[in-house]
């Protein structure tokens, strides 16, 4: 299979040190034929220039809080015929591209989502799901091995989750990119609303799998407790206005707002808001949603060509390793596992205690994969509380249930 030039492009605003591991992740994707792209604000561009592969990469400085304009200045700089997104607090699976990209081979597909784990590195955080005529979400079950494609009915789109999404260049500019109208919320939704009403099918791919961590933003905090609904408001201002029909709007806009309060309430129950935390979220949310009513709602015309020409990321071909730890020898056994990473390898440490503690996936700043839990302990959450097993056993399940994301052999 040919690989198609993948462009990679990462908005940061506010995240250096996030920023910085998301790259280390991409810098171990096993695919040869990509470039990188990294928008972002003062910090983020001094983060990305300490890394040893700084010169291998784009950077585009960009300072202004509008994740679509930013999404955007990254698709003008891209010269990729796919142009692939994931967000500064998400690190992919070394597979990712190469299962993501596979199904632009075929002609019709215009848009490609991947799967998402949340922060324990084992859950889904996202799966798949279309979009009805208002815009609201509905799962849909897929097969799990295999990429499923497409062609929406009327009125109907299919979701992609912006850390994990990529699309056709050509098709990306025809229709305008991101509307900056879209700050922060909503922006990918509006872009598969028109992806569909323009006839274009999209691939759901579940082995295209990142990692999400939710890191704190200027919208909430790391606990993902909100700290401003304005944005929000304003985007579903502006996406009703585009594709909702006048007389639902009224309805669904209390419905939002409703959801909107009810969550903010589950904060203040748990202690982590005040009431006059909440009347503040809500006056802001209102004033958003007055706001947007008046923003402009149709993307500016982007230029045909890139700014710049393709600079292809000079990504080495390393083999998996698993390297199978006890707490006591956790320490020793990181050092060989970096040790391993530096000649080379993607190494994920399993460190595996003598109890039923659930699993634990993360990726750490210094590119390992740590996975932490019992021996006889939950790793999918479907899994019984207790179950028998020896090391070996366990390690030989583990390496199966990553092979295909991770890349070892099946």
Same mark, same amino acid.
């Given at each position: ?36 792209? =990294? ?19 784009? $950077? ?11 999404? #955007? ?35 019709? =597909? ?6 998402? +784990?949340?922060? #324990? ?50 098709? %990306?500019? !025809? ?16 872009? #598969? ?24 933003? *200027?919208? /909430? ?7 401003? %609904? ?26 939002? @707002?409703?959801?909107? /309060?009810? *969550? ?14 909440? +009347?503040?979220?809500?006056?802001? %949310? !209102? ?5 947007? $009513? ?31 730890? @006890? ?24 460190? %595996? ?14 590119? $390992? ?23 070996? /056993? ?6 199966? /249930?990553?092979?295909?994301? *991770?890349?070892?052999?099946?």
């Amino acid at each position: 299979m040919i690989d198609l030039p993948v462009s990679v492009v990462i908005v940061s605003r506010g995240r250096p040190q996030s920023l910085a591991r998301t790259l280390t992740g991409i810098s171990q994707l096993q695919y040869w034929n990509f470039e990188v792209v =990294v928008v972002a604000d003062p910090a983020g561009i001094a983060s990305a220039t300490a890394l040893p592969f700084a010169d291998d990469l784009k $950077l585009v400085p960009y300072d202004t809080p509008n994740i679509s304009a930013a999404r #955007n200045l990254g698709l003008c700089h891209a010269a990729g015929e796919i142009i692939a997104y994931i967000d500064d607090d998400a690190v992919p699976e070394p597979m990712w591209l190469r299962h993501l990209v596979a199904p632009a081979m075929r002609s019709d =597909v215009a848009a490609m989502g991947g799967y998402v +784990r949340g922060r #324990n590195g084992i859950s889904y955080q996202w799966k798949a799901a279309s979009l009805d005529s208002n815009g609201m979400p509905h799962a849909l079950a897929l097969d799990p091995q295999q990429a499923t494609v497409m062609t929406p009915p009327k009125g109907r789109a299919i979701k992609t989750e912006g850390t994990n999404m990529a699309f056709r260049r050509d098709v %990306l500019i !025809d229709l305008g990119g991101f509307d900056p109208a879209f700050h922060y919320y909503l922006d990918e939704t509006d872009l #598969n609303m028109r992806l569909a009403k323009a006839g274009y099918a999209t691939a759901i791919v579940p082995l295209a799998e990142v990692h999400h961590g939710y890191a704190e933003n *200027r919208m /909430r905090t790391a606990a993902r407790v909100p700290t401003d %609904l304005f944005d929000i408001g304003a985007s579903w201002a502006a996406f009703q206005r585009k594709h909702v029909p006048q007389g639902d709007r009224p309805a669904q806009w209390r419905s939002l @707002r409703k959801e909107q /309060r009810q *969550r903010a309430l589950r904060f203040l129950q748990t202690g982590a808001l005040e009431p006059r935390d909440i +009347r503040r979220l809500m006056q802001r %949310l !209102d004033r958003g949603y007055a706001e947007g $009513l008046e923003r402009k709602v149709a993307p500016a015309p982007l230029a045909k060509h890139p700014i710049d020409p393709f600079k292809r990321f000079p990504s080495q071909p390393r083999h998996p390793k698993m390297i199978v730890s @006890r707490p006591l020898s956790a320490t020793r056994d990181r050092k060989r596992a970096l040790e391993d990473l530096a000649s080379g390898h993607i190494v994920t440490l399993l460190i %595996l205690s003598p109890t039923v503690a659930f699993h634990q996936v993360s990726f750490t700043d210094d590119g $390992l994969w740590v996975q932490k839990g019992g021996l006889f302990g939950k790793v999918e959450r479907s899994d019984r509380v207790f179950k028998l097993s020896s090391r070996a /056993r366990k390690a030989e399940q583990e390496t199966r /249930r990553i092979a295909l994301q *991770r890349g070892f052999r099946r």
